[in-house]
């Protein structure tokens, strides 16, 4: 079985400072591991994912993220935030060879000016 | 574009009542699933389908059924609602290709039960 633990509920900072939203997870098989973000009343979007190779993965707007296999971590981060980014940002697995997508319970990203 | 749809993206229906939440998708997937999500929780999954006549129980015990008649339509229904029902419900779909191992969501349905 697999699980997802995003460290943080919610996080506050201010427009143009970086930030990162820590993701850690727990499986006995391989996994691809994803970061999708949801704006309000919206579904979810894909941001990146990792399947195999380089563990620096760049996603969609300006965001990226590092697979650390000897830590089970999978941490977002984005040198440069904008207001547009405030949105809540959800980090997933899903096991190699399954379908299944387990989500953590999400992190809100609030960008104060 | 994903182009996964909900119907409809806000409901409010009374206790006792039978709803139906639509989920169509154009893209050919064979897997579909229903996530259930709270504020501040993470996704629940509550039904998923591997194809047309398949449909699964999902990780969260729900008492919603769904069908999968063709392979575009995954139906979500509640003979009886009641206001524990009430949350936010995504569709989803995905290929099994080994590139293309995300699930693409619809907008939701925000389902209120009164």
């Known amino acids: 079985a697999q699980s997802v633990t995003q460290l943080d509920s919610q996080v506050p900072v201010f427009e143009e400072a970086p930030v990162e939203l820590r993701c850690n997870y727990s499986s006995s098989v391989s996994v691809y591991l994803f970061w999708y973000v949801q704006y309000p009343n919206q579904g979810l979007q894909l941001l990146l994912k990792y399947l195999s190779g380089s563990t620096l993965v760049k996603g969609i707007n300006g965001f990226e993220a590092e697979f650390n296999k000897s830590q089970t971590s999978f941490h977002l981060r984005k040198p440069s935030v904008h207001i547009s980014d405030t949105a809540e940002y959800f980090c997933?697995?899903?096991?190699?060879?399954?379908?299944?997508?387990?989500f953590g319970a999400g992190t809100r990203l609030f960008v104060k000016a | 574009e994903a182009d996964i749809y909900q119907t409809p993206r806000y409901l409010v229906i009374g206790t006792g009542k039978k709803i139906t939440l639509e989920c169509s998708q154009t893209?050919?997937?064979?897997?579909m699933y229903w996530y259930q999500q709270d504020p501040g929780m993470e996704l629940h999954l509550i039904h998923y389908s591997y194809g047309v006549n398949s449909t699964e129980k999902g990780d969260l015990s729900s008492e919603s059924t769904v069908s999968r008649i063709r392979t575009e339509h995954f139906p979500l229904t509640l003979e009886s609602a009641r206001p524990s029902h009430t949350s936010q419900y995504l569709c989803?779909?995905?290929?099994?290709?080994?590139?293309?191992?995300?699930?693409?969501f619809g907008q939701g349905t925000r389902l209120t039960v009164v």
């Open positions: 893209m050919g997937h064979d897997k």
């Open positions: 989803a779909s995905s290929d099994m290709t080994e590139m293309n191992t995300e699930a693409f």
């Open positions: 997933a697995v899903r096991p190699v060879g399954g379908f299944k997508t387990i």
